[in-house]
């Protein structure tokens, strides 16, 4: 045998192996490809032998070569083959090859499961970590559904290394099978406390990755990654935690305010720049999100700015380009902060890395003001002169153009240096913004009026120059500035000082070699200037023929343009040509001409609001919406309604409205336009009325900013009716309450959106416009901003969207496909020493369970783990949950009913669902005292359920050695019997040892009575709640006694300065909180209630009242019941599982207090006494040895409780320790009143 | 989340790639030479950030990469990871690789490309980054090479005395391959933060 593996190795030491395939591509550069076509023939081969090892080379290979780019799927059954070699060598291989070639579609991938599942569970932990690595990169739907549980049990593996693999691909698993995600969840909440920073790490990179997508679901984990987050020291744990803060903060802005100081510290403390600049986002997500205007915050953001200031000056370019990219961020909320740091943005602007300079010009955006406008362009353009290269350069001017247009001009006092700058901009060759320079112009030239002047004469001198722009052709895209020279000059010619020779300019040869829609904006405008010239004439007759002179250039140069390829020139050309050869006919009869030829250009250019159209009122009687044809067929009809945006829609809409003669067009068409135009027009489109001297403008008037928009881009400015612009002016004017016109728009508007019609509907006034302005804005950039409550339009595919799964919502019994909680208790108090067992029986348990339910109620329980809407249904649900978690646990006794309470009724309330997130949420709650079976659920229900569950693991017990099944569900038993408060058939004690032969432990209940009289009965429990540090959860068990009906329950306590009741938002602090139900005669039900709590060191009293309707047949009577909340310290501990070797480094850490406590003439056996400590004070047993056993609890804001139980004749020494002393002695205190009670 | 790692070297022939989402060869081509083409434009001593990313997913990705000698190792991830983590986290890994490979130079990758996989799956897996602590790397590298050691035992003599010959020639190696492919060291680490 072994001769025949030498023999077979030396056969193979021959083949080719990677190193040999490498060496050989690279002797064969010319003919590369042929010689790896024959190495794949090799390849091909060798797959055909037996020998694994030969395979696995030929593997080994392939994996070469698909990084080079080919396709080796088809060896994908070979990959497989070696994938289940026995040897790690091959095995390795072969997952590799996987994980590079394998996806979804493979369809060979469905053969690996049992394989996989055979690596997970590999005494070798190299094996279970390689098929781990592997998994994770070609996981389907299908691996995640059947390998779900055993990867969720490998997350609490023995070794660090298998867990940490094990709590990353979690993630993974939960992308392409959703529904894990809640079963697991609780799992993985604990690993975020995980001994091994590494397993914490992997926890925690999942959790943030998840929450990212999904933030709100994550908000009641905060305080848990609060505490993390001011307890590690794991700089890549705090990178994330602190950026997943990023992403909740603005869901919880009083999240923010708790995060500032210490991340304050952070900021202050830390070395590690990663660390910081996070540490300073976050801030700075914070300082958003909370309302600004917050001065107290002031310093955390000149603190940002300061390390911000730090980082830019830094020669490390990474800094440098991070630095500027999170001032960007504080420059939206906080500019003036920002602004103090111009000096060292402008230096950016000559750093050598053009990132750094993209980011540099972002900023300086923001940080313009009228003072520093003109400065800091000047220094552009100066940049503009030096720029290399055309991106930076084009960047370079939008900006600038940007930066002047802001805010419709806001800061630029002289438009005449603006006017300059335009023109100085168009000597930049090679630019593609020509179009957007030109925009400008004609924005700035109609819309101040007084720089018509100025502005004309530019352009002349443009026109006169056009050859300098027009020279190269390469640079054809600056020539958009003629369209706007030649049309501000056709426009405004009155302002020409020498139409004539501007005229000759627009005419000369050359002009025919531009684009044609702007030879067309030539001819038409070189009319208008004609028009000028003759006008100027008229008053000296002497000068006739400098008309008649000009009438002729006209004639002979138009002819050109009529042969033009472009229609429309052609047509302008030639309608002009004939009019000018009709008017110098005239001329030459010595006819008076100008006027008449003015009057075809004459009117002033009359500016148009963007919703002017919209703003025309209906005529009486016109129903907008009615069908002037009949409707077009179906389809059509559908295309509308599914994307109101069509095309077709358009050509509809247009040919029906063109009979009133002001189209009216409707809203999606308007929006449209709007959004057309906006994207052609880069800049603010509107007028200004009135001219005046500059910016004043712009601030004062009824919103003078928005009356005006002229469509510039056709090649004829539009006129509107004068009629209706003078209707739009007046409007304007009036007084905004000018209701009975506001009215008629309303009704007109009707059939609008409401965010619109709010814009829409005074149209006056300046605090009416500015939500207008933004509803343009949000409507436009909607889609690309990637917000992730956009996520379902954005697209439907997005695996996360599947994530958004609430977690804190309780598990219902659906879930149990995953059956968590089936081990849960095993968790509880099991160390990982014995996890080896627990490995192999836990996944039968949960087939076991999950196929029970699968056989019973599957589609019913599809449909209700979506989501529970209505309270009946979920009120059903929540008691077949409770019934679910306790079906291992045999019939409950009647009389339990009578005491428990039923859950499900608190889930009535949305505050009382709030809290009963907390005992489903954490596994030890979930043990401790909240396993009751509801009384509303049908005990036939309950009694099913046992047989079927029996069978069903009889079913499963092929593989299965029976007694360890057996052990495992006793243990189950044994907790449930252990934490529930009336189990009277306990027969079996707390430990996780061979505790068969210990006699049955007594009953018990944690509920207390809190208050009775003849009509009412009350009973509570106290709990701390895991998720909140500050939260205690009071559940009170109201029993109705009497004969009538008792309804209106009214709780309510008398706050304390330490504890308070929490109320609902926007109740009072006296305010009582209504019991969600009422109670028939002889009924009991359970209320909870939420309790925030400052110091837990001391025990607390409260006081307060219930007050109720008692109704009978025929009266009802108020009644009230006094009762006092007695919060003992041990009701803020809480049962948390401690592995031995943690609470030895507790031990020895040295941070706890010492005390003692001797109990005289205790008689039980020591597994009940230890029993009572758990149940009653929330302990766990972390070791048992003989008659002395450790023990440990954790309070709700997180201090150690350590005890150490000793027994001897009757006497039992416990020896504690905690962090908080005054906490110990009073637990101390309480444990010893428990015994001395019993 | 962790998008895709590449390893080219000056001249764009990819050394190692490593995607976290499935795509076809021919795409994986493709990113592999645009991203060369965005960065080996870049001069030395520009920052080391590059926003559009095109190739993967869109928009919200980055590309942060860094450049030792004639290599690129390029990280594509999305805005879920911090900058100068994953910039800390390539100087890990191209430090794990100088003390796995003695003294890393690009023959290490060309001809190991395998147990280069091995030691990012140490690091990364499925894109999320598993551990950043280089000598629990090393560790966990060493213990399965030695494993992979032990399996060979007997059988593996042949394979290796063979391999030993093969490579009898390879002091010659890297003369008979064509230009400056070689002889890159990675530079030392104290340059960097």
């Known amino acids: 045998m072994a001769l025949k593996i030498v023999k077979g190795s030396i056969d193979r030491m021959f083949d080719k192996n990677l190193q040999d395939l490498v060496r050989g591509i690279r002797n064969h550069k010319e003919d590369e490809a042929k010689y790896i076509s024959t190495c794949i023939d090799e390849i091909k081969q060798e797959l055909k032998q037996d020998n694994i090892a030969v395979k696995a080379n030929a593997v080994c290979k392939l994996t070469y070569l698909q990084m080079l780019g080919y396709d080796v799927s088809w060896a994908a059954f070979n990959i497989v083959e070696v994938m289940s070699s026995s040897k790690f060598t091959y095995k390795r291989i072969g997952y590799l090859a996987a994980s590079q070639c ?241 000096d060292l943005i402008l230096q950016c602007l000559d750093d050598k890395d053009e990132s750094i300079r993209l980011r540099a010009l972002d900023l300086l955006y923001g940080m313009v003001s009228k003072k520093n406008l003109m400065e800091i362009v000047k220094k552009l353009m100066l940049h503009v002169d030096k720029a290399e290269g055309t991106t930076y350069r084009d960047e370079l001017l939008t900006k600038i153009i940007d930066i002047c247009s802001q805010s419709n001009y806001q800061y630029i006092t002289n438009f005449e240096w603006y006017i300059s700058i335009l023109v100085e901009l168009t ?142 020139v052609q047509e302008r050309a030639s309608c002009i040509l004939q009019l000018v050869k009709y008017i110098q006919k005239l001329q030459q009869k010595d ?263 699968k056989d019973k109620k599957k589609d019913k329980d599809r449909k209700k783990s979506k989501e529970e809407k209505k309270k009946k249904k979920h009120k059903h649900e929540e008691g077949e949950n409770l019934m679910g978690a306790g079906s291992e646990v045999p019939v409950q006794s009647e009389d339990s009913n009578e005491v428990a309470a039923p859950p499900p009724a608190t889930t009535t309330n949305e505050e009382a669902a709030k809290v009963s997130e907390a005992p489903s949420a954490s596994t030890p709650e979930a043990v401790s005292g909240m396993a009751v079976v509801p009384p509303d659920s049908e005990p036939e229900e309950a009694k099913d359920t046992e047989p079927e569950d029996t069978k069903s693991s009889k079913h499963k017990k092929k593989k299965q050695k029976k007694e360890k099944e057996e052990k495992e569900k006793k243990k189950k038993k044994k907790h449930h019997h252990h934490h529930h408060h ?86 009072g602090p006296h305010d009582g909180l209504t019991v969600p139900f009422q109670l028939p005669p002889g009924i009991s039900n359970e209320a909870r209630f939420v309790f925030s709590v400052q110091s837990i060191v001391m025990p607390q009293k409260l006081k307060g009242t219930l007050t109720f309707i008692v109704k009978t047949d025929d009266s009802s009577t108020h009644e009230k019941l006094d009762f006092k909340l007695h919060f003992t310290c041990t009701s803020y501990l809480i049962t948390t599982p401690c592995y031995s070797d943690a609470y030895a480094k507790l031990l020895e850490s040295g941070d706890l207090k010492g005390s003692s406590l001797k109990l005289e003439g205790v008689s039980q056996p020591f597994h009940h006494l230890l ?25 709700i804001q997180g201090h150690h409780v350590c005890l150490l139980v000793k027994t001897a004749d009757q006497t039992v020494s416990i020896d504690a320790k905690c962090d908080e002393p005054g906490l110990l002695g009073n637990v101390l205190d309480e444990i010893k009143l428990t015994f001395s009670q019993c | 989340m962790i998008k895709a790692i590449l390893i080219f070297n000056n001249h764009g022939k990819p050394r190692l790639s490593k995607f976290y989402e499935h795509y076809s060869e021919d795409t994986e081509q493709q990113i592999i030479r645009e991203t060369f083409h965005l960065v080996s434009k870049r001069d030395e001593n520009v920052c080391n950030f590059l926003e559009g990313g095109m190739l993967i997913g869109g928009s919200e990705n980055e590309l942060i990469y860094r450049h030792y000698a004639t290599l690129y190792f390029v990280f594509c991830v999305d805005s879920s990871e911090s900058e100068l983590g994953i910039l800390d986290l390539i100087q890990v890994f191209v430090e794990t690789l100088d003390k796995c490979f003695e003294n890393v130079c690009e023959l290490d990758l060309i001809f190991h490309v395998d147990k280069v996989h091995n030691i990012l799956a140490e690091m990364v897996m499925g894109g999320m980054v598993l551990e950043t602590n280089m000598n629990e790397i090393i560790t966990q590298v060493d213990a399965q090479n030695k494993m992979e050691k032990s399996e060979a035992g007997i059988a593996g003599a042949p394979a290796r005395a063979v391999s030993a010959v093969k490579n009898m020639n390879l002091p010659e190696m890297p003369r008979n391959i064509n230009i400056g492919d070689i002889s890159i060291k990675v530079p030392n680490l104290p340059s960097f933060k």
């Open chain 1, 102 to 342: 394998f996806h979804e579609s493979t369809d060979v991938i469905m053969l690996t499961t049992n394989q996989i599942r055979k690596d997970l569970s590999s005494p070798n932990q190299y094996d279970t970590g390689v098929a781990l690595t592997g998994l994770s990169c070609f996981v389907t739907p299908d691996l995640a559904r059947d390998l779900a549980n055993d990867i969720m049990t490998l997350m609490s593996h023995t070794k660090p290394y298998i867990r940490k693999k094990a709590v990353l691909i979690m993630y993974k698993v939960f992308l392409k099978y959703p529904e894990s995600l809640r079963p697991a969840f609780p799992r993985l909440k604990e690993k975020l406390e995980d001994p091994d920073p590494g397993v914490q790490s992997a926890a925690v990179n999942v959790i943030c990755e998840l929450a990212r997508r999904n933030p709100k679901n994550y908000l009641s984990l905060a305080p848990l990654f609060f505490k993390l987050m001011t307890s590690s020291t794991n700089n890549w744990v705090l990178i994330k935690i602190i950026k997943l803060f990023g992403a909740l903060t603005p869901l919880e802005p009083r999240l923010g305010k708790k995060l500032i100081e210490p991340l304050t510290n952070l900021i202050h403390s830390t070395s590690a720049m990663s660390l910081l600049y996070e540490c300073v986002n976050t801030v700075i997500a914070v300082l958003i999100s909370l309302s600004s205007g917050m001065p107290n915050h002031s310093a955390s953001i000149q603190l940002c700015v300061q390390k911000l200031r730090i980082l830019i000056e830094d020669s490390d370019q990474n800094l440098k380009y991070l630095g500027l990219l999170a001032m960007s961020k504080i420059l939206k909320t906080h500019p003036k902060s920002v602004q103090s740091h111009k």
């Open chain 1, 982 to 1067: 009336s189990d009277g058939a306990g027969d079996e004690s707390v430990q996780n040892g061979n505790v068969e032969e210990e006699e049955p432990l007594p009953p018990m209940s944690n509920y207390a009575l809190l208050a009775e009289n003849s009509y009412i009965k009350m009973m509570c429990d106290i709990q701390g709640n895991l998720q909140d540090g500050s939260q205690v959860v009071v559940s009170v068990i109201f029993e109705n006694k009497c004969d009538s009906f008792i309804k209106a329950m009214e709780f309510n306590v008398l706050d304390s300065l330490n504890s308070k009741l929490q109320r609902p938002e926007g109740a």
């Open chain 1, 427 to 568: 000597r930049l060759e090679g630019t593609r913004h020509g179009h957007l320079i030109a925009s400008q112009m004609l924005d700035v030239a109609i819309r101040v009026k007084a720089i018509r002047a100025f502005a004309v004469a530019q352009m002349a001198t443009l026109l006169d120059n056009a050859h300098l722009l027009t020279g190269n052709t390469q640079r054809n895209g600056i020539c958009e500035v003629l369209y706007a020279a030649a049309w501000i000059c056709g426009e405004f010619s009155e302002h020409l000082e020498d139409p004539l020779s501007t005229l000759e300019a627009m005419l000369r040869p050359k002009v025919a070699t531009l684009p044609g829609h702007i030879q067309a904006v030539y001819v038409q405008n070189a009319a208008k200037l004609f028009a000028t010239v003759l006008r100027g004439q008229e008053g000296a007759p002497a000068d006739r023929t400098v008309a008649q002179e000009t009438s002729q250039l006209l004639i002979d140069r138009l002819p050109l343009f009529v042969q033009s390829a472009n229609l429309e």
């Open chain 1, 1171 to 1195: 029993a009572r400590i758990c149940f009653h004070h929330h302990f766990s047993v972390v070791e048992r040895i003989g008659s002395c056993a450790s023990m440990y609890s954790r309070s």
């Open chain 1, 591 to 853: 006819v008076e001409v100008a006027e008449e030829v003015t009057a075809l250009f004459a009117g002033e250019l009359n500016p148009v609001a963007p919703k002017a159209q919209k703003k025309v009122p209906v005529p009486e009687g016109l129903d907008l919406d009615a069908w002037i044809n009949e409707p077009p067929s179906e389809s059509e009809s559908e295309d509308e309604g599914r994307k109101p945006k069509g095309k077709a829609v358009f050509a509809k809409e247009e040919s029906k409205h063109t009979k009133p003669r002001y189209t009216e067009v409707d809203e999606k068409e308007l929006a449209k336009r709007r959004e057309v135009r906006k994207a052609e027009q880069a800049n603010n489109p509107f007028y200004i009325k009135a001219s005046p001297s500059s910016q004043k403008v712009y601030q004062d008037g009824v919103g003078v900013e928005h009356i005006p928009v002229v469509q510039i881009d056709l090649s004829v400015p539009l006129k509107v009716p004068d009629q209706y612009v003078k209707l739009e002016e007046e409007r304007r004017q009036k007084d905004k309450a000018d209701k009975k016109k506001k009215d008629k728009k309303k009704r007109r508007e009707k059939g609008e959106k409401g965010r619109r019609r709010k814009g829409d509907s005074g149209p006056e006034s300046e605090e009416d416009i500015t939500p207008a302005h933004m509803v343009d804005i949000t409507t436009e950039e909607m889609p690309e901003n990637a917000l992730p409550s956009d996520d379902d339009e954005k697209d439907p595919n997005d695996p996360h969207k599947a994530l958004d799964i609430d977690l804190d919502k309780p598990l219902a019994d659906s879930e149990k496909k995953l059956p968590v909680r089936t081990h849960r208790p095993d968790e509880v108090l099991r160390s990982p020493v014995d996890d080896g067992e627990g490995v192999e029986v836990v996944p039968e348990l949960k087939k076991k369970s999950g196929k029970e339910k």
